[in-house]
C-alpha cells in the first residue's frame, strides 16, 4: 500500500519561506515521477512542480523561479522549497506521482498572510 505523507506547512508572511517535505513508503520516489499540487478553496488541485527519476524539474508559471523541487531517493522523500510566498500560495499542498497515480495523503497546508 502506497503512502504519501506531507509536512512542513504553516502560516508565513508574504515574502517569507517554507519547505515542505514529502516521505513516501517503499521505493516510491526513487522509482516515479513525483510532483507537487495544490489544492486552494473552491479550486481545482493543480500540479505545481514535478521531478523525474532523472532529476529533471518543472514547474508552473505562477510559481517558477520561486519554488523548488528535489529528491532525496535514500530517504524516499520529496522536497519543496517555497521562497517569496504570496497570499495567492495559500493552499493545501500534496505530493504524488505526476500523473496522480497513488492514494492522497493528508497534504500540508500552507497559509500566506500578514
Known amino acids: 500500500q502506497v503512502q504519501l505523507v506531507e509536512s512542513g506547512g504553516g502560516l508565513v508572511q508574504p515574502g517569507g519561506s517554507l519547505r515542505l517535505s514529502c516521505t513516501a513508503s517503499g521505493t516510491i520516489v526513487r522509482d516515479n515521477a513525483m510532483g507537487w499540487y495544490r489544492q486552494a478553496p473552491g479550486k481545482p488541485r493543480e500540479l505545481v512542480a514535478s521531478i523525474t527519476t532523472g532529476g529533471r524539474t518543472n514547474y508552473a508559471d505562477s510559481v517558477k523561479a520561486r519554488f523548488t523541487i528535489s529528491r532525496d531517493n535514500a530517504e524516499n522523500t520529496v522536497y519543496l522549497q517555497l521562497n517569496n510566498l504570496k497570499p495567492e500560495d495559500t493552499a493545501v499542498y500534496f505530493c504524488?506521482?505526476?500523473?496522480?497515480?497513488?492514494?492522497w495523503g493528508q497534504g500540508t497546508q500552507v497559509t500566506v498572510s500578514s
Open positions: 504524488n506521482h505526476v500523473g496522480g497515480y497513488f492514494p
